[in-house]
């Protein structure tokens, strides 16, 4: 086969999929680009996205528990590649496109700054003069402007179907409106959709199994609760794991969860398709409310079981200690850097101007990409007097 060839088979395989599905040969890039002979732009913005220096960083970027507290808990990365797996399977399922779902579940958590959630909160509310501070928009930044791998262009020079998936991905933890560029109708591609309920249950799943494995939440407070997912699993789990210890009948009880509700997303979900008669995808755009979903009650559920896991697992008064070591980290940083930008590395200096404003995007871009050690190690250079710079200083670039 030709290699012009293989490009147009894969687009051609492509108009298999449901005829409401995102095809790659319609979503147009910001500046012109040569195309690939053997990938569709779906699979170049994966291949792009997975050689940035920012998905790198996700490695050693908090999800719930601080990346230097243990080895075995869940990073920004593992988190990441938990949603793929959940965004394919559904994905293939519906028969969408699997290389949109792929590329927009990569790259959803890119501008998340260090310690989690507790980091962004504390860059927000440093930037509230500014703009404030979002990791959906900050991402969209990232991919757009920050990243430096082209002689062309600045960014990755992504599709616009790839861009919207990160700006518009939405979860309880991702509220922004949408930029001017992706408000033309109320919802996103149904690929984006399917990236966010992934996102939810990767979110629910393994904060129930690291929070049952650390002990930070118990079998009994979950009994009391009378949560029916909750019950459902851990009889299953149970049931086929009779003379098995706890840790092994919880592990089996995470995997029920994320079972059922793939299964009750994807016939819910085929259900409203065809009863709503859901054929292009401009129609799924055109919904008032997004079209892939959980069936109401077990949705209830679901939300019902992630409240108990925030109040066990992130009200903790451990991990308040660790979020608050975070944000403090956060706050040293950016002060010190805004007072000093001279503190900044030379290619971030070369973007500062006389603006203030412009000052602190700077920083506030410096700061967002550091991984957790990183910043940790930034801040003892700065602030303990016996930590050595020199030995670190190539650290930094």
Known sequence: MKEQETRNWLEEREEQLAPFATKSKNSPRKFQDTEDPFRTSFQRDRDRIIYSSSFRRLQYKTQVFL?????????????????????????????????????????????????????????????????????????????????????????????????????????????????????????????????????????????????????????????????????????????????????????RAVRHLIEICNTEVINYTSERIKQLGIISEQEVREMKEPLVSLPPQTARALQNLREMLEQGIYYHPDVVMMTEKGKNIVRKLFSAFLDNPRLLPHQFQQKLSENRQNKARVVCDYIAGMTDRFAMDTYEMLFHPHVRVLSRIGRRR
């Open 67 to 251: 990346v230097h507290e243990a080895d075995f808990y869940r990073t920004r990365l593992t988190h990441t590649l938990e949603v793929m797996q959940h965004a394919r399977t559904l994905a293939r399922a519906l028969r969408v496109n699997e290389d949109l779902v792929e590329a927009i579940s990569l790259a959803h958590d890119l501008g998340h700054p260090p310690f989690g959630h507790a980091g962004e909160n504390a860059l927000n509310e440093l930037m509230k003069e500014w703009g404030g501070f979002n990791h959906n928009l900050q991402g969209l930044r990232i991919v757009d402007q920050l990243e430096h791998r082209y002689p062309n262009f600045p960014g990755l020079n992504l599709t616009y179907h790839t861009r919207e998936g990160i700006t518009r991905h939405r979860t309880a933890y991702d509220k922004s409106p949408p930029i001017e560029e992706f408000r033309k109708f109320p919802q996103p591609s149904v690929e984006t959709q399917i990236v966010s309920i992934a996102d939810e249950l990767a979110f629910c799943a393994h904060d129930l199994d690291d929070g049952l494995s650390v002990g930070l939440i118990n079998e009994e407070i979950l009994e009391e609760s009378g949560n029916t997912l909750w019950k459902e699993i851990i009889q299953r789990a149970k049931r086929e794991t009779k003379s098995q210890g706890k840790e092994f009948i919880y592990r």
